[in-house]
């Protein structure tokens, strides 16, 4: 029996942006993986229908519609980043629980509005990302656009801020295989943090081991690690994405950017492996580590 975060099984997926070249193409990929997706939602399509090979959704004008018609209890955000903070705005009014908002390139002010009304309105909402590849709880669901086939279910928790190595991580594990794996997105504002991921797979009793994948830039790092040694029991391995990267130059994520000894890769990976946590020096050591760990259990 494996058990999931945040996403399971019972999981109804709507998709904001169904109609559009990327909420269609993911859209019929997550209903190929076996996850519930039960409909979509843009104001301008509303009461048609679209169709999936043989599936056959309708099309909403609101999120509350949506989940009043399907029982959604997850949104999977596709559409502009100008259209971004209107569409969480409104799945965080619907008050449905769980908002996945894949888009890249929103405005870091509109992250931040969102992310502040989620939480005035009782963070009835749970937002991950944006920029980010989702989540996915292998054998049950994915809300997002993480390949469903390249890795099985199992028992480690994984949360990464790189959608590429969370895919690495995913296929490199794959015969271990994972409970939820969550891609949270390397933007300099996010909704769900690695700390909220940690707690969750602390929480879970069907986690029995987590990887954390961090990158360069900020001290999400650093306060996961200061989380880790007061609230994690369970045993954490970690990679740090950037040890080569220059100082002071953004890299890759908007949030990638590195002043001073702030924000290193060294930097993390020492706060990390101060509390216990082994750190990999390439995705593929740190899947090395995962794997003796669990031979070891």
Not at 69 to 79: I, L, P
Not at 163 to 175: F, N, P, V
Not at 230 to 235: A, C, D, L, N, R
């Amino acid at each position: 029996m494996t058990m999931a975060i945040w996403l399971t099984e019972n999981s109804k997926i709507i998709v904001q942006g169904i109609t559009g070249s990327e909420g269609t193409k993911h859209g019929r990929r997550m209903l190929a993986s076996g996850a519930q997706v039960v409909g979509g939602v843009n104001a301008r399509k509303a009461g048609q229908t679209v169709d999936f090979d043989g599936t056959t959704l309708p099309v909403f004008g609101t999120v509350e519609e949506a989940m009043q018609e399907t029982g959604a209890d997850v949104s999977v955000v596709f559409v502009p980043p100008k259209f971004t903070r209107d569409a969480v705005v409104e799945a965080i009014d619907a008050e449905i629980p769980l908002c996945v908002v894949i888009t890249e390139g929103v405005p870091v002010h509109d992250t931040a509005y969102f992310w502040a009304y989620a939480e005035s309105k009782g963070n009835k909402t749970r937002i991950i990302g944006p920029n980010c590849p989702g989540i996915a709880s292998p054998g049950k669901s994915n809300a997002g656009i993480i390949p469903a086939d390249i890795t099985t279910p199992g028992r480690i928790g994984l949360v990464s801020k790189s959608g590429t190595l969370t895919y690495q991580m995913m296929y490199e594990l794959r015969d271990i295989g994972f409970s939820t794996c969550v891609g949270i997105g390397g933007d300099p504002v996010i909704g769900t943090t690695h700390i909220d991921a940690l707690q969750a797979f602390q929480d879970d009793p069907e986690t029995d081991a987590i990887v954390m994948i961090g990158e360069i830039g900020g001290d999400a790092e650093e306060r996961a690690a200061a989380y880790i040694e007061q609230h994690v029991t369970k045993p954490v391995v970690g990679y740090v994405a950037g040890f080569t990267a220059p100082e002071g130059k953004t890299m890759g994520h908007a949030g990638a950017i590195v002043s001073g000894s702030a924000g290193t890769a060294q930097a993390k990976k020492e706060a990390l492996e101060k509390v216990g946590v082994r750190v990999g020096k390439t995705p593929s050591e740190t899947a090395v580590l995962m794997r003796e760990l669990m031979q070891n259990r």
